[in-house]
């Protein structure tokens, strides 16, 4: 399946400490951990997937926030990490853009979304992220980011302050 889906053919839920992606027919199933790195890529991908149409990307901020909606604390707080039965149905995933377009790759799975519609879906599966990550008793506070470097030259020394 290499084609681009809408946005009524992309969804994202939450089972236990799964959070699960559907595109079209397909079903993945991936850990919060992994659903939090791929939100990353998604909203990276998304905001250069916007600058091939001239799009300012932060003119989507406020329909990123829009996605992300507030979820409340859990009132049994668990000391120690839970795990479900279940497992993630793939191996290897990668997300990128081409063109206007955020292209997913799971194992063998192709699928392309517009940046409009992937923006959403960041929203929707950084949510889902926390609340499986809420249900595992997980309140740490780890974070990851995507950057996309441009004319850097190989010697370039790169400073990050938090």
């Known amino acids: ?15 236990q400490d799964m959070v699960g992606l559907k595109f079209g027919d397909h079903r993945i199933a991936m850990y919060y951990q992994d659903a939090f790195r791929l939100a990353a890529g998604i909203r990276q991908s998304a905001k250069l997937a916007a600058r091939y149409e001239g799009v300012r990307a932060n003119l989507w901020n406020d329909h990123i926030e829009k996605a992300l909606y507030d979820y409340k604390a859990p009132i049994l707080m668990n000391p120690f990490y839970r795990r479900s039965e279940h ?9 990128g853009h081409e063109k ?24 929707w599966l950084k ?12 309140h740490s506070k780890l974070w990851s980011t995507r950057a996309a470097l441009v004319d850097a030259e190989e010697n370039d020394k790169i400073l990050y302050t938090p």
């Open 127 to 138: 949510n889902e992220a926390a609340n499986a990550k809420r249900w595992a008793g997980d």
């Open 1 to 15: 399946m290499d084609r681009v889906l809408l946005k009524q053919h992309v969804a994202a839920n939450r089972v």
């Open 100 to 123: 206007n377009l955020v292209r997913f790759e799971f194992d063998e799975l192709v699928v392309h979304i517009h940046y409009e519609n992937a923006f959403e879906l960041y929203g």
């Open 87 to 95: 497992r993630a149905n793939f191996t290897k995933w990668r997300v």
